[in-house]
Structures are given as structure tokens and as C-alpha cells.
């Protein structure tokens, strides 16, 4: 019997992850394969081991990561001590580079082969990790399209096999479900900093717009590993907020005219749903900073950076303040063609990621590594 170690290091991680051991299984049934590691609840779905919860490592930003570096180090401990003692045939690293390098480096030094799926963005900064990965990384499974010819430019074994979110949202399942107006759908991310920082300006913003528009409702799309108290706290508006569990959120997400989001996947999830969004993002003012300076990319969202131009309208730092969220809104509530006019982009947005099919394709290609 063969085993796996998958380690998550964030929720949309383990969202993808589950996609892929679920497909996996289809060609290693549980006789053959074991997987243990890192992950949520939809790779414990999927039938993985869950040594670690991916909850556990929920931070953002440069800053961030640093003041959480004692809960990151234990973690780290446990990993190696739990690889020290399985000794895994192979690891699977999904996103999370900042974690999930030192993973690699603990792999590396044990003699596992690694491999990532949905690998870094080292082609938007800091460049120079593409040497550590190539030390490290046996292959890597790449979900967009522009960056292969990046790796192969520095001599790396990928494959594009596709985005996983196509799967996911399955767009033809949901076409048929239309919008109901005066709804804003929110989705405050699943870290708690933009958490901390963008409920409470998306409850600013609503308190603006409701004062134009009174008949809006606002729904909240919660991530999993938050209380719905929790999110509520961070909601002054003095009027309802209605909270979604995130149980067939690809057809919620169909029902609102528009979305309030923070960046990140979720953004490439309503986009491929097909969704007009306000992307937000919020973090330490140094952080901010220096990602001004090390950024080598137009757009923060994966939307924009796939079509290579903005689609989705990026609000960012002060500009994620409640006044200019709700400026913005307005201006799509009142001119109903901007929000038609995103959606004819969103078609061509589904055609550049792909076909159905990726989690199956990486699976495939993951098990002939294996076997």
C-alpha cells in the first residue's frame, strides 16, 4: 500500500484538495492507497487522514505571518515528527507557499518526493523562489494557463491540467438561476484579518447604500470555520443580515445581481459562476507597502490576471473603505448595462480555464507518479 501526505494550508486549499482525492480514488481505492496530512473538512470527505486541521493556519499578509510565527513553528514540528514516523511515499502541497515551502523543505530532507498542485505565484513576485522549488519540487501541477510556459522557462516538469473550479462551480448546473434583485451577496473571506477588516467596512457600505436603496438585502456567505456570532460581531449596520451556511453556494451565488468579496479564490468562483464583484483587500498597512514595491503584477484578483485586464473592479487599502464600496455599488445598481457588460466578460473568462475535468487529470497524472 502506498501513502500520501496532502498538505492544505488554507480553506480553498482543502476546497481543491478534496476535488482531487476524490478523483484519485478512482483510481487508488483505500486498499491501495492511504492518505494522511493537512487539511478541512472536504479532504476528510474525501477520505484523508487529517493529522492537522487546516484551521489551524489562517493568517494573511507578510506582517501577519510573522507575528504568528510560534503557532506556525509547532506546526511545523508536528508535521516533521509525523513524517519522521509514517514516512509517506510521496507529498502533495496544495497553494500556501509560505507554509508549505518549509513543508517541502522537510519532505526534501527526509527523502519523500514532493510534488504541488496549484503552485506558487512566483511568476508576481519574488522570483527567486523558483530556484528553491526547482531544488525541491519533483513536478508541478499547474491550474493556470499563463504560467506554465514561466516554468518551463526555468526548467521545471509541469503540466496544466486545468482549473479545479471549473468542476466546482459547474456553471451548466447552474446557468437557469437568475438573479433576484436587490440582493448584495458578501463573502468577508476565511482569514480572520480580512475578516476583522472588510466585515466591518462591508457593513458601512451597506448602511450607506440602504440609506438610498431601502428595499436591499444583504447576504453573507460564511466560510466554515467561522461562527455565524463570529461574523455577526463585526456587523453595526442597523439593518438584517442574512447568513448563508455555504451549502450550495455556486446556486446562492447565482441568485445575487452582484458581490462584495475578498480577494482571492473566491473572486475566480464568482467569476466562473459568472457573478459582477467588488474585490476587497485589507491588510497591515506594511504589508501594503511592501507589497507595493515587490509586486510584479496589474491586478490582485485571478480574474483579472487571467483575462489580463480588469474585469473585476479591485478596491484595495482605503479604497476598501465603506464610502468608496458603496460608490461603487451604487454605480452598478443604477447602471444595470456595467453589470451586463461584466457578465459578457465572464463568458470569455470560462473559456480561457478550460474544460471540465482537471481534478480527474491531475489525479491521473499524481497516481502514475505514485504507482
Known sequence: MKTLWINAGELSGDLQGG????????????TSLRVVGMGGENLARAGQENLLRVEELSVMGIVEVLTSLPRIFGLLGRIRREMERIRPDAVLLIDAPEFNFRVAKIAHRLGIPVYYFIPPKVWAWRTGRVKFLKKHIRRIFSILPFEVDFYH???????????PLVDLVNYEGIRDVAPVPDRIGLMPGSRRKEVESLMPAFSGAAELLAARFPHLEFHCIRASNFSEEYLRSFWKAPLPLIMHDGKERYRLMRTFPCIMAASGTATLETGLAGVPTLVAYKVSPLSYWIGLHVLKVRWISLTNLIMNRTVFPEHIEKDADPAPLAARMEEWLTSPGILDGIRRDLDELRKKCGEPGSAERAAKELWRELA
Open 153 to 163: 522557462a526555468h526548467g521545471m516538469d509541469v503540466t496544466y491540467v486545468g482549473n
Open 19 to 30: 476535488a482531487l482525492l476524490a478523483a484519485l480514488r478512482r483510481y487508488a481505492p483505500e
